[in-house]
């Protein structure tokens, strides 16, 4: 292999990745990893868990520090410094170091883009305020906990019912806070179908949390010491000592408007499946570029951690000189609020009816154990299924417990393209404690054949 210098720009999931796996491809190579903050390698997606208190130590969350990065790795990481532009022709990048203030020229002879995306503004006044936050980074966590532990708010106003938002909310509960959630359609977790979404609601409302839906949000007002104390929606007007933003992502794509790069619908970056741009040698990886969705075969934005991690090794790997390919991803995500475990693989009703797929449906209550033994627990399963292949398209489970790895199972199904036939007839295992004699996966498959 040739000792390429390989530049990659963001130092968090994909692209600490991406670095790694270049270095470890080639130990030739020079790889120089830019990260813009202070920080690398860090556990966004546990940020809820510290704020409610499961985990005691904000330092758990820093999986690696850039000094730990660097020599474990065999990389050069170097942090406060941010991209200003790519300059293709010259195979090179403006970038400034935030710390001295100077800008200066990086030779590549491989550039590997993953910059990540940032927090959706709702663009009001207000939204400045020391107040009102966001839960994406490092930063973020400290400037919650520092208000936290200052302030000592005593409510909060989530805005968004998505993944984050229902996370915080139970952190937030967790630490006796009275919570609100305002959020713009009927129920929560759009990624969720309706018969999933309701049980959330039922499980928001059970634990004290005032969700408001169809809300939008309309003006925040302030008081003189510039903090929100009121959150204005069109439906009704909401007191608060703290304001979470939680109403989605972008990719971090707007700097490579001006340039050649191609973005797709959302202005992520379109790959191929070795994660090459359309411009020779400059590779992206992460939540700042698309992905194949292996169920529909078109290019979809999914920004999970998973599908960053390893779209950043292939990244690596092939800006190293190897011919990896990312073969896609499904959109497998999961989240537990209080007692009840959620999750999805695949597309759900809503994503098949708008692609158009002729499809059914069915949605089964099983068993999580054999019925008469102690703790054995409900869980609900909703399988869509193509009418015309017989393939599975999708799935979603509810329940106090077997829910994620369940989820595993049947989402390796859908990756595969296996068949509700070729699925039902799984070998899946059977013991009391664990499983009935058919595992509910297996009930959910028989059950919708019957449809078919």
């Known amino acids: 292999m040739k000792n390429f210098k390989i530049l990659v720009i963001g130092g968090t999931a994909a692209g600490t990745a991406a670095a790694a796996k270049a270095a470890r491809i080639n130990p030739g190579a020079e ?57 293709p022709s010259k195979k090179k990048i403006l970038i400034r170091d935030l710390n001295a203030g100077l800008l200066f020229e990086q030779k590549y002879d491989r550039l590997i883009l993953a910059t990540g995306a940032s927090p959706k503004k709702l663009n009001i006044k207000g939204e400045e305020c020391i107040n009102v936050l966001n839960i994406r980074s490092h930063s973020d966590t400290n400037a919650l906990l520092n208000y936290l532990n200052s302030e000592k708010p005593k409510s909060v106003t989530i805005i968004g019912g998505g993944f984050v938002g229902i996370e915080m909310a139970e952190a937030f509960r967790r630490r006796n806070m009275e919570v609100t959630i305002i959020h713009n359609k009927e129920l929560p977790l759009n990624d969720f179908d309706y018969e999933i979404q309701q049980m959330v609601l039922d499980e928001l409302k059970k634990n004290q949390i005032n969700f408001v839906a169809n809300a939008k949000t309309e003006a925040f007002i302030k008081s003189k010491s510039q903090r929100v104390e009121y959150v204005v929606t069109n439906k009704g007007t909401f007191e608060t000592d703290l304001v979470i933003v939680a109403v989605g992502i972008v990719p971090n794509t707007e700097i490579f408007k001006s340039s050649r790069i191609r973005l797709g619908e959302n202005n992520a970056i379109k790959v191929n499946n070795m994660q090459e741009t359309n411009i020779e040698g400059v590779y992206a990886a992460g939540d700042c570029c698309e992905v194949k969705n292996i169920v529909t075969g078109k290019s979809a934005y999914i920004p999970l951690a998973t599908v960053a991690v390893r779209s950043g090794w292939v990244a690596g790997e092939n800006a190293a000189g190897g011919k990896a390919k990312f073969e896609g991803a499904i959109f497998s995500a999961a989240i537990k609020l209080f007692s009840l475990e959620i999750a999805r693989a695949g597309l759900t009703e809503d994503e098949a009816k708008s692609l158009r797929y002729n499809y059914v449906k069915d949605f089964i209550t099983a068993d999580t154990k054999v019925p008469f033994m102690p703790e054995n627990k409900k869980i609900f399963i909703k399988l869509i299924v193509d009418k015309t292949t017989k393939r599975i398209l999708g799935a979603q489970l509810a329940g106090e417990e077997g829910v994620a790895l369940r989820a595993n199972t049947i989402g390796t199904a859908i990756q595969m393209k296996l068949t509700v036939y070729e699925f039902s007839k799984m070998d899946l295992l059977y013991f009391p404690m664990f499983s009935p004699l058919w595992d509910p996966l297996l009930v959910a498959a028989n059950s919708i054949k019957k449809k078919l």
């Open 31 to 87: 790889v120089i990893l830019f990260e813009k903050s202070d920080t690398v390698s860090y556990g966004v997606c546990e940020i809820p868990f510290l704020i409610g208190g499961v985990i005691q130590d904000e330092k758990q969350l820093v999986i690696y520090s850039p000094q730990k990065l660097s020599q474990e790795k065999k990389i050069t990481v170097k942090t406060l410094h941010q991209l200003e532009k790519i300059l």
